[in-house]
């Protein structure tokens, strides 16, 4: 386990059609977090799973995008009727518990919506 | 409500120079803030942090500050080398028992340095 890995690390989709990313976070890692970064910006926050518990959403996040992390381990970002506002990066991150705080960030994945 | 800004939004320094980048944050509830670099088509990379309860922080050629008054903090790279140039980031997360650990980014600096 040599750190977060996303996959895929491309993903080129025609508009309105659904896709999905996988996170695997480090193995001993219970906090998970998913991140939205366009060009030229930040990440932006977009939800946040303590094992298997989805703790927080941010109002990034519409009605159309859904995450699990059904077993505590790695995560899924679902985006239904993708629309090419949903163009960006999606990283994934981890940490290991509050008192240390380090997050590693996956490679991410690329959307784009044609 | 959280927010992170980050300034200059581009720096340019010649090979050997200091670079200097600074935010400033508004939730008075932050008490991490680590630093990010962030190459182009990779992942960001913690380059360091620091703790609300430190004012300064070192590690070779990189330093950085925190002024919890001002809700300021800053990254400081003496003797900029070519592979310093890349993208960097700053960051806050609130501390509390209910906190998620979520990050706020600031918005970013390119930073070149030329030969």
């Known amino acids: 386990d040599t750190g977060v890995s996303q996959d895929p690390r491309h993903k080129i989709t025609k508009r309105g059609q659904n896709v999905t990313f996988r996170c695997d976070p480090i193995?001993?890692?219970?906090?998970l977090y998913w991140y939205r970064q366009t060009l030229g910006q930040g990440p932006e926050f977009l939800t946040y799973?303590?094992?298997?518990?989805?703790?927080?959403k941010s109002r990034l996040l519409s009605d159309r995008f859904s995450a699990e992390r059904p077993k505590g381990s790695f995560s899924t970002l679902e985006i239904q009727r993708t629309e090419q506002g949903d163009s960006a990066m999606y990283l994934c991150?981890?940490?290991?518990?509050?008192?240390?705080?380090?997050?590693?960030f996956g490679q991410g994945t690329r959307l784009t919506v044609v | 409500g959280e927010n992170v800004e980050q300034h200059p939004s581009t720096l340019s320094v010649q090979e050997g120079d200091s670079a200097v980048i600074k935010c400033t944050y508004s939730?008075?509830?932050?008490?991490?803030f680590p630093w990010y670099k962030q190459e182009l088509g990779k992942r960001p990379q913690l380059i360091i942090d620091?703790?609300?309860?430190?004012g300064e922080k070192k590690d070779q050629r990189i330093a950085v500050t925190l002024n919890k008054t001002a809700k300021h903090f800053s990254l400081h790279i003496t003797e900029t080398q070519p592979e310093d140039s890349a993208v960097y980031f700053c960051?806050?997360?609130?501390?509390?028992?209910?906190?998620?650990?979520?990050?706020?980014f600031g918005q970013g600096t390119t930073l070149q340095v030329k030969p």
């Open positions: 991150a981890s940490s290991f518990r509050d008192r240390d705080p380090e997050a590693f």
């Open positions: 193995s001993e890692h219970n906090r």
């Open positions: 799973f303590q094992n298997e518990a989805q703790l927080e």
């Open positions: 939730d008075s509830a932050s008490n991490y």
């Open positions: 620091i703790r609300s309860n430190v």
């Open positions: 960051a806050a997360r609130r501390r509390g028992s209910s906190n998620t650990g979520k990050l706020i």
